[in-house]
């Protein structure tokens, strides 16, 4: 098997452990990993080798701006305290704690290759956090919290790991040039962000085409990282900006198509990306076993004790760091996503799992440093960072769903039917308000116009359906039954149609361009669905 064929492997791989995940009940990306891992242990299974350059312009822009999908900037401004208390100070704590250990358990681990290791280690995974919390129920600003979180942590690591990094090849290291870089990688980051983003949303104007808009997409997280890295700034703060840009402005309410086609084409994305990262996590098995030949037990030793450092740390700060947000949240009523109770805040702990990110950073340290010799300790780093990603994605992934079960932990589903409720109301309104105004300008006869007031009524409560009173609730739901039913056979009709084109494909003279174009039209009516009686 060479190179290619693995990387399909992987790709086929990360398309199967995701119903294969859901029908065991556990994780797809726990089961990439422990895929991953078995294909490592096969002897005709070749080495990864990537060169350490390309991994982090290749894995996180794509994972990092399809996670910056699933929140808003309005999310991450209302809980900018629970962000920066975790995602900024909870990462330099964790980083000097690995730092300080590992420099004085490890024999010949100089302090910048220690810090490159407790940064690298530090930022708890967006992906594998969502992916494996995401789906137990968990209340939504629990996931809140951590898609933030992981999304901050990965700026705040990588900005500290380059820093040390630079120390450790270049063997100097001065504070206020530290703190100058950190300060000038964060504004240029930005200020690329902004400007990509900016042009990108003008540029997909002129596009106007939905497939065209999907492929500039695809390219801005990785424009924006190079950019950004070519003027030494966060390449992953540029990606993150350019993102929180789009989804703020480049929204049209009424381009159904470009927004169902760009969340289907972006999920495929992060399934194939995620499946292949972690994937290549458990692949990397073969330098594990290279690096700890000879000295199993130093190297587990010094790998358990870096795993207990990571997650005690995260406990350790937590606690108090729960307790002060929810003092403060008090006070001061802001409209932010905390733990509210002990038992939330153990789940925030436990579902810390590190992943991409931290493997991507270890697979890309270089080799040698300045003056030709190697990097110290470079083995060392790739086994302990190994040693705490599938620590985390083997015992935390496959036991939180458990401990979720236990101490109960459950989404508000209050609050979620509230938030329906209301915003099923606003739907009513603005549709009747939009009604009048058209009234107002056009004739009309009364029967249709009562008839499309009713829609507007029906569209509200097929979003929230106990906004229904009792005495209209029997008349709605038969409604909806008849309508069910016109769908229903409008369906079937559809498809028949839909047969009867594709045949017309294999018949002589046939064009396929105009049979394409006819089964579009027969899709797109198959995507509004029948109307309402």
Excluded: C
Aim: glycine share 8%; hydrophobic share 55%.
């Amino acid at each position: 098997m060479d190179q290619l064929a693995l990387m399909f492997v992987l790709l086929l791989g990360a398309v199967v452990m995701v119903p294969v995940g859901d029908r065991l009940g556990l994780p797809s990306p726990v089961l990439m990993t422990l895929a991953g891992a078995v294909l490592a242990l096969l002897p005709f299974v070749p080495n990864v080798e990537v060169p350490p350059e390309y991994i982090l312009p290749l894995v996180l822009p794509p994972l990092l701006y399809a996670a910056v999908q699933r929140t808003s900037w309005r999310q991450f401004t209302a809980n900018i305290r629970p962000i920066f208390l975790l995602a900024v100070a909870l990462v330099f704590a964790t980083t000097a704690a690995v730092a300080a250990v590992a420099h004085a358990v490890v024999p010949g681990m100089p302090i910048a290759a220690a810090v490159v290791l407790g940064a690298l280690v530090a930022p708890p995974d967006p992906v594998a956090a969502t992916a494996v919390a995401g789906k137990l129920g968990l209340p939504r600003r629990m996931v809140s919290i951590l898609e933030g979180e992981g999304l901050f942590n990965d700026v705040t690591a990588i900005v500290l790991y380059h820093v040390a990094l630079a120390a450790a090849v270049s063997g100097s290291f001065s504070v206020p040039g530290a703190v100058g870089s950190l300060v000038l990688s964060a504004v240029v980051a930005i200020a690329v962000g902004l400007v990509l983003g900016w042009a990108a949303n003008k540029l997909m104007g002129l596009l106007g085409d939905p497939t065209l808009q999907i492929g500039l997409t695809l390219l801005v997280p990785f424009v924006a990282y190079v950019l950004a890295e070519e003027f030494k700034g966060s390449g992953v703060l540029a990606v993150l900006t350019t993102a929180l840009f789009l989804a703020e402005y480049a929204v049209d309410a009424d381009d159904v198509m470009g927004r169902l086609a760009g969340y289907t084409f972006w999920e495929i994305v992060d399934t194939l990306v995620t499946g292949v990262a972690f994937g290549l996590i458990g692949l990397e098995l073969h330098n594990v076993i290279k690096a700890a030949s000879g000295r199993w037990g130093e190297m587990l030793g010094i790998g358990a004790a870096i795993v207990v450092v990571v997650v005690g740390v995260r406990l350790l700060w937590l606690l108090p760091a729960a307790w002060l947000a929810k003092r403060m949240h008090k006070r001061r009523d802001f409209d932010e996503d905390i733990p509210l109770s002990w038992r939330e805040t153990v789940i925030m702990w436990w579902s810390g799992m590190r992943g991409v990110a931290s493997v991507a950073l270890a697979l890309a340290i270089p080799y040698q440093i300045d003056g030709g010799a190697d990097f110290p300790a470079r083995d060392e780093i790739l086994f302990i960072a190994f040693a705490v990603v599938l620590s985390g994605l083997v015992v935390q992934g496959l036991s939180l769903p458990t401990l979720v079960k236990k101490l109960r932990v459950r989404a508000d589903t209050e609050a979620e039917e509230k938030l329906e409720h209301e915003l099923a109301l606003r739907v009513i309104k603005a549709s009747k308000r939009r009604l009048k105004e058209i009234l107002e300008v056009e004739e009309m006869p009364e029967e249709i116009s009562e008839q499309l007031a009713r829609r507007a009524y029906d569209m509200g409560a097929r979003i929230a359906p106990d906004i229904v009173d009792d005495d209209r609730r029997e008349h709605f739901e038969k409604r909806i039954t008849r309508m069910k039913k016109v769908q229903r056979i409008q369906s079937e009709m559809l498809s028949a149609a839909r047969h009867e084109v594709l045949s017309a494909r294999s018949e002589p003279g046939a064009d396929p361009e105009i049979v394409d174009r006819v089964l579009r039209q027969l899709d797109m009516r198959s995507l509004r669905g029948a109307p309402l009686p």
